[in-house]
């Protein structure tokens, strides 16, 4: 369907949810999780400055490089790998398809 | 004891249209913040940052709304307590809350407006087994006086510039040893602070600890060990009198949370009527609360405080009328 990709999110149980998502409407990783009523907090509202949407990317897909400031919030969060990244810096676009996150753990 | 009408916890965008709008009524409000500053999550997250949604403000830094709300309140002289928690609340014999803060500050008032957005800030916690036990015994948080490193040796974890600027002073002459630990190898902070870190670490004052972290601590009462995990060369034993985690601060709900308020998922409920909790004077507005429907706007909380201060008014004056009268013809009286 036009606009429209599958991503696997697995959340902190290990359950994964298959989620259908729109490419066409600026969403991101986030606002996906959220909408889908996931336990993704996005405190900051989406502007990389919390890490609450902390999660890793477990495919291969080539998702755009992290920017400055999101490589500065992950140094303030933990848990932190070589594939972690911020939800809502992940935007959802059509060569996302198939893309399948695990969401980090939660600090205190 | 500071007395006022309305007691407003939380000086954020929200709490401070609050006290505009009740000074139309002729209430009188104060409030109280955890941070050092009004301004709330626009001052502390994003002062820099446009906002593009607040009405007739086509863009707008938040650093300067907050400012045009303060200067919007000046006329009624809003009182503050700024860097203090409100921790507990009582009622007294003339039903009159009292609230106190983490500081012993009391305050008195009819009706109190939870204004908190996302709760107060408080430092981020690393997930290290058992880091509780060693709070205030060897791990803080927050330096607040550097002389309590004297001639101490202290570990410092984090990359940003709070953790670079301790780690520089405290190498100059403060404590006998720092050790500086780092998730990555780059750190983010002002350009000129990273290269005074590199040349104290180059001359041997700093033991720097990149691609690392700490991940257990040890003590028999006080923290004495820390394990520290290289990314890929293993464990390390560091031994130190202190440890100070510096990973900014995320907002925790906080003593709110034991008010008997209901609350669902880090949110107060309120009835959309007047934003009235289910505690008879308190009302809550703004990010912290919830309803059928709720968008965290800016926008949406100065609707929320508009109508919350009409209720708090028929409150504290039961036998009084209210005419709403428009600032236009009126004109902004304040006291």
């Known amino acids: ?108 | 004891m500071i007395q006022t009408d309305i007691l407003i916890i939380g000086a954020g965008p929200c709490g401070l249209f609050t006290v505009f709008e009740a000074g139309l009524l002729k209430l009188r409000c104060h409030l109280i913040d955890a941070l050092p500053q009004a301004g709330g999550q626009c001052s502390e997250i994003y002062p820099k940052k446009p906002i593009y949604d607040i009405p007739a403000y086509p863009s707008i830094l938040a650093g300067d709304l907050v400012d045009k709300l303060m200067e919007q309140a000046a006329p009624f002289q809003p009182g503050f307590t700024l860097g203090e928690r409100a921790e507990t609340i009582e009622k007294d014999a003339e039903d009159q809350f009292i609230l106190t803060t983490n500081r012993g500050t009391k305050h008195r008032a009819p009706i109190i407006a939870i204004a908190g957005g996302l709760g107060c800030f408080e430092p981020r916690k690393p997930p290290v087994p058992g880091l509780s036990a060693f709070e205030d015994r060897g791990v803080e948080y927050i330096i607040k006086d550097p002389e309590f490193y004297r001639e101490k040796r202290v570990v410092i974890s984090g990359g940003g510039d709070s953790a670079l600027d301790w780690a520089i002073f405290l190498a100059e002459g403060v404590a006998s040893h720092v050790t500086l630990i780092h998730r990555r190898q780059e750190f983010r902070g002002h350009l000129d602070s990273v290269q005074k870190a590199m040349d104290l670490a180059q001359a041997g004052k700093i033991q720097l600890l990149t691609d690392s972290e700490v991940t257990e601590a040890h003590g028999d009462g006080a923290l004495q060990t820390l394990v520290v995990k290289h990314k890929t060369e293993g464990e390390r034993t560091l031994e130190t009198d202190h440890w100070v985690p510096l990973f900014g601060l995320s907002p925790k709900l906080g003593p709110i949370s034991d008010w008997n308020l209901n609350v669902t998922k880090n949110a107060v409920e309120v009835d959309t009527f007047d934003y009235s909790t289910n505690i008879p004077g308190i009302y809550a507005i703004g990010d912290i609360n919830t309803y059928p429907g709720k968008l965290k706007l800016i926008l949406c909380g100065f609707h929320e405080a508009t109508l919350m201060v009409q209720s708090a008014f028929k409150r504290i004056y039961p036998d009084k009328n209210l005419v709403l009268k428009y600032t236009t013809v009126n004109g902004v009286n304040g006291f």
């Open chain 1, 1 to 108: 369907m036009d606009h429209i990709i599958e991503v696997n999110v697995i959340d902190r149980d290990g359950q994964l949810h298959k989620l259908e998502a729109p490419t066409d409407m600026g969403m991101n990783m986030m606002e996906l999780c959220k909408s889908a009523e996931l336990p993704v907090e996005g405190t900051c509202g989406g502007m990389a400055m919390c890490a609450s949407c902390h999660m890793y990317v477990e495919s291969s897909h080539d998702v755009p490089e992290k920017s400055d400031d999101e490589e500065d919030m992950l140094d303030e969060a933990f848990f932190v790998e070589d594939n972690s990244r911020l939800g809502c810096q992940i935007y959802l676009a059509d060569a996302l398809d198939g893309l399948t996150v695990r969401l980090a753990p939660v600090g205190q």
